[in-house]
C-alpha cells in the first residue's frame, strides 16, 4: 500500500491562495496576520491535516509552545481536576503541558524545576515545597506562576482555605462543639499557616479549645496513624488537612471503635467525589480548583505576551455541610 503524502506548509499556501511565508505566520506570529485571512488559513490547514512543527516553531520563534506543570502528587484528589484544568485551558492558547510530579520532595521539586526551566516557556509550580530565594530565582529566569502558594511579588492564583476552615470552624463552635482537632499536612506546608491561625482565631473569639495534630504526610496511611492521637486528645470534632487524611481518619476511627458523628464530628479542608456517597457523607469545603487552572495558565499566557501578570487572583471554597459533622453528645 501506497503511504499517504504528508500535508506540507507549502500545500496549504496553494489552496489558501497566499504566500508561504503568511501561512508560517498565521501559525507562529499570529497577530502579524489579519483575523479573517488568519482565520481562513487555520481552517484550511485542519481540513487538510496539516500540523505545524513545534520544532520548526522553536527554532523561528525561540519558543517551544510547551508550559511546564509541576505538582507535589496525583494520588491527592486536590490535584486532578488542577492538572485537567491546566491542560484544557494550555490547548486553548494552542500549548500543551509537560507535567512532572515531586512526590511530596522539596529536593525532587528543585530539580525538575531546573530541569524543566530550560525546557518550556514558562512554569506553573502547584502548593511548591521548594523556598522563597530559590522561586525567586527561577522566576528571573522564565516566567513563573505559583498555584496555593505565595511568595512576594511573585504571580499566583491562591485559594483561600483559611477563610474555608474557619467556615468549618464557626459551623462547629455554632453546633456546640467546644475542642476541635486540626490535623495539619506534611512538614513546610505553606498551607498550614495560615489556616492554623485562622482557627485559633475563632478558636479564641469562641473560648473553644484547639489541638493540632501533626506535622503528617497527606496520605490515608498517616489519616489511619494519627488517629489514634485524635481519639486520645478529648475532642469532639476534626478537620482533616485534606482528603486523603479525611479517608484515613475515617478508617482509624472506626477501627478503635469512635462513630462519626456520634461521637466525632469529622470535615475535610477539600473536597473528594466519594465523600458523597461515603457512611457517613462528609462535610468539606469544595474548592474552585478547575478556575485556578485556568487563571494560572491565563496569567502565564500574560507573561508570555511581556504584559503584566496582574494581581494574584484569590478564590475561594465553598463550605458543603453533610452527615459528618453534627452536635456533640
Given at each position: 500500500?501506497?503511504?499517504?503524502k504528508s500535508?506540507?506548509?507549502?500545500d496549504v499556501?496553494?489552496v489558501a491562495?497566499?504566500?508561504k511565508?503568511?501561512?508560517?505566520r498565521?501559525?507562529i ?13 487555520r481552517?484550511?490547514a ?8 513545534r520544532?520548526?516553531?522553536?527554532l523561528s520563534t525561540?519558543r517551544?509552545?510547551?508550559?511546564g506543570?509541576v505538582?507535589?502528587?496525583l494520588?491527592?484528589p486536590f490535584?486532578g481536576?488542577?492538572v485537567a484544568?491546566v491542560?484544557q ?6 500549548r500543551q503541558?509537560?507535567l ?10 528543585t530539580?525538575?524545576i531546573?530541569?524543566l526551566?530550560s ?9 511548591s515545597l521548594?523556598g522563597?530565594?530559590f ?12 498555584v496555593d502558594?505565595r511568595v512576594?511579588r511573585?504571580?499566583s492564583?491562591?485559594i483561600?482555605t483559611?477563610?474555608?476552615v474557619a467556615?468549618?470552624?464557626d459551623h462547629?463552635i455554632g453546633?456546640g462543639h ?7 499536612g506534611?512538614p ?7 489556616r ?6 475563632r478558636?479564641?473569639e ?5 489541638v493540632?495534630?501533626?506535622?503528617i504526610?497527606?496520605t490515608?496511611?498517616a489519616?489511619?496513624e494519627?488517629?489514634e492521637?485524635?481519639?486520645k486528645?478529648?475532642v469532639t ?8 487524611t479525611?479517608?484515613g481518619l475515617?478508617?482509624?476511627?472506626g ?6 458523628p ?9 473536597d473528594f ?5 461515603t ?5 468539606v469545603?469544595?474548592l474552585?480548583?478547575e478556575?485556578?487552572?485556568h ?5 502565564l499566557a500574560r ?14 471554597p465553598?463550605?458543603?455541610?453533610r452527615?459528618?459533622?453534627r452536635p456533640p453528645?
Amino acid at each position: 500500500m501506497r503511504q499517504q503524502k504528508s500535508v506540507s506548509m507549502a500545500d496549504v499556501a496553494r489552496v489558501a491562495g497566499v504566500a508561504k511565508s503568511t501561512v508560517s505566520r498565521a501559525f507562529i506570529h499570529p497577530t502579524l496576520v489579519a483575523a479573517p485571512t488568519r482565520e481562513r488559513i487555520r481552517r484550511i490547514a485542519d481540513e487538510m491535516g496539516f500540523r505545524p512543527s513545534r520544532v520548526a516553531r522553536a527554532l523561528s520563534t525561540g519558543r517551544t509552545g510547551l508550559l511546564g506543570l509541576v505538582v507535589p502528587t496525583l494520588s491527592n484528589p486536590f490535584f486532578g481536576p488542577l492538572v485537567a484544568a491546566v491542560q484544557q485551558a494550555a490547548e486553548e492558547e494552542d500549548r500543551q503541558i509537560v507535567l512532572m510530579i515531586s512526590e511530596l520532595s522539596a529536593e525532587r521539586e528543585t530539580r525538575l524545576i531546573e530541569r524543566l526551566s530550560s525546557e518550556v516557556d514558562g512554569l506553573i509550580v502547584a502548593t511548591s515545597l521548594c523556598g522563597d530565594p530559590f522561586l525567586r530565582k527561577v522566576a528571573k529566569r522564565i516566567p513563573l506562576v505559583l498555584v496555593d502558594r505565595r511568595v512576594g511579588r511573585l504571580p499566583s492564583v491562591l485559594i483561600d482555605t483559611p477563610s474555608g476552615v474557619a467556615a468549618i470552624a464557626d459551623h462547629l463552635i455554632g453546633a456546640g462543639h467546644r475542642r476541635l482537632c486540626y490535623v495539619s499536612g506534611p512538614p513546610g506546608s505553606w498551607a498550614d499557616a495560615p489556616r492554623i491561625a485562622a482557627l485559633r482565631g475563632r478558636a479564641e473569639e469562641s473560648g473553644a479549645d484547639l489541638v493540632v495534630a501533626g506535622p503528617i504526610p497527606p496520605t490515608v496511611d498517616a489519616g489511619i496513624e494519627v488517629s489514634e492521637t485524635v481519639a486520645k486528645a478529648g475532642v469532639t470534632a476534626v478537620i482533616g488537612y485534606n482528603s486523603a487524611t479525611v479517608l484515613g481518619l475515617l478508617h482509624g476511627l472506626g477501627t478503635q471503635g469512635v462513630r462519626v458523628p456520634e461521637d466525632v464530628s469529622v470535615a475535610s479542608a477539600d473536597d473528594f467525589i466519594l465523600f458523597q456517597s461515603t457512611k457517613p457523607a462528609v462535610t468539606v469545603l469544595r474548592l474552585p480548583l478547575e478556575e485556578a487552572g485556568h487563571a494560572a495558565v491565563g496569567m502565564l499566557a500574560r507573561l508570555l505576551r511581556g504584559e503584566r501578570p496582574g494581581k494574584p487572583v484569590v478564590l475561594g471554597p465553598e463550605l458543603l455541610i453533610r452527615e459528618s459533622t453534627r452536635p456533640p453528645g
